[in-house]
């Protein structure tokens, strides 16, 4: 049963993840640095110490009461996270909700399982898996070849894409992705996907605050909302840097006042969008709980993810125009993809 309910959180956590970013195809009028950054407040600011404070009571002194290189460790996984999410939204603008999210999503996967494995074989620690322990007993072994499927699934992907490309007019490219733009998109994309794998990370650096928390008496299943809180700054320091340096360089601080636009909509629109992305690890957190934080967690995330987004994709009808072929290339991509996952997560309940 707890296998079960883990799944399904994982699937809400998923599904709120690979939707967030609907609601900013509805703002009108701004620039993409303005509501992603009025969307960002929402996400690493404001709503993950309400979700703390609802969930888990003793959250401040729990974070007061952690140790300097707990707090500083996980504030640094979420800087570097803080670049990759910051290069996802510039993935999905240039490549569009399906392919920018299974190439984004599928180099997230791979690197959110290896990262921290890479990490302790360099420092070692008690209980925690090395990338020698992955090469060296069977289970690490079905994990690789996981990745590496994985790998060549983003590869069938980015081929899709470059049929796409070729396939379709400028016009018709910007009818299914109003900034389609391959080559840009890719090498953000692949940024992105190893820079937010440190989120994983950051949840296993800010651990001993989640186990405080049970420790002081607070539901488990709300554990990782006391880490979120702190990983989050880190995200929202590198966020709000750059989009500060886009509005001046872009001139576009007058978005957040200008009349012209349905300001009142686009901010309510922007704030649900940062919610609605929050809600993917709120729903992790929960999952985590169920099923631990290995590369299972991590990868059945990003599954759902890749299934929700590519759905949508489908419905903004992107790959409209394009070849029965290339339709087939990207669809065996994403299957491709889902695979490796599956192949992880065995390889990981081998370990158990």
């Not at 959180?9 to 950054?37: D, L, Q, R, T």
Request: aromatic share 14%.
């Amino acid at each position: 049963m707890q296998v079960i309910l883990g799944i399904i959180y994982h699937f809400i956590g998923g599904f709120a993840s690979g939707s967030f970013y609907m609601p900013y195809k509805k703002v009108k009028g701004w620039h993409w640095e303005n509501y992603w950054i009025i969307g960002g407040l929402f996400s690493w600011l404001i709503v993950p110490p309400l979700a703390a404070w609802l969930t888990v009571p003793g959250f401040v002194s729990v974070i007061k009461a952690a140790s300097a290189s707990t707090i500083q460790y996980t504030i640094l996984f979420g800087l570097l996270w803080g670049f990759g999410g910051l290069t996802y939204g510039l993935g999905v603008r240039w490549l569009g909700m399906s392919l920018g999210n299974s190439v984004v999503l599928g180099f997230c996967s791979a690197f959110g399982a290896l990262v921290p494995s890479i990490y302790y074989n360099i420092y070692p620690s008690p209980g925690k898996t090395s990338f020698h322990d992955l090469l060296t007993t069977s289970w690490g072994r079905v994990v690789l070849i996981g990745v590496v499927i994985c790998l060549l699934g983003i590869f069938v992907c980015g081929r899709a894409g470059v049929m796409k490309e070729k396939e379709l007019s400028q016009e018709e490219k910007k009818k299914s992705v109003a900034e389609f733009n391959l080559v840009k998109g890719l090498i953000v994309a692949i940024f992105s996907g190893i820079m937010s794998a440190c989120f994983n990370f950051g949840i296993e650096a800010g651990k001993p605050m989640a186990e405080a928390a049970v420790a002081e008496g607070m539901n488990p299943l709300f554990q990782n909302n006391v880490t979120y809180v702190v990983l989050l700054w880190g995200g929202l320091t590198t966020n709000f840097v750059w989009c500060m340096i886009l509005n001046m360089r872009n001139r576009t601080f007058g978005d957040y006042v200008d009349r012209k636009t349905p300001l009142t909509k686009n901010y309510l629109l922007s704030a649900l969008a940062g919610t609605t992305w929050f809600l993917q690890f709120f729903f992790y957190g929960m999952g985590e709980s169920k099923l631990g934080n290995g590369a299972s967690s991590w990868i059945l995330h990003m599954a759902f993810i890749i299934l929700v987004a590519n759905a949508w994709g489908v419905s903004l009808k992107e790959w409209k125009g394009v070849s029965g072929r290339t339709r087939w290339t990207i669809t065996a991509g994403i299957i491709i993809i889902l695979l490796s996952v599956i192949i992880v997560g065995i390889g990981n309940s081998m370990k158990l």
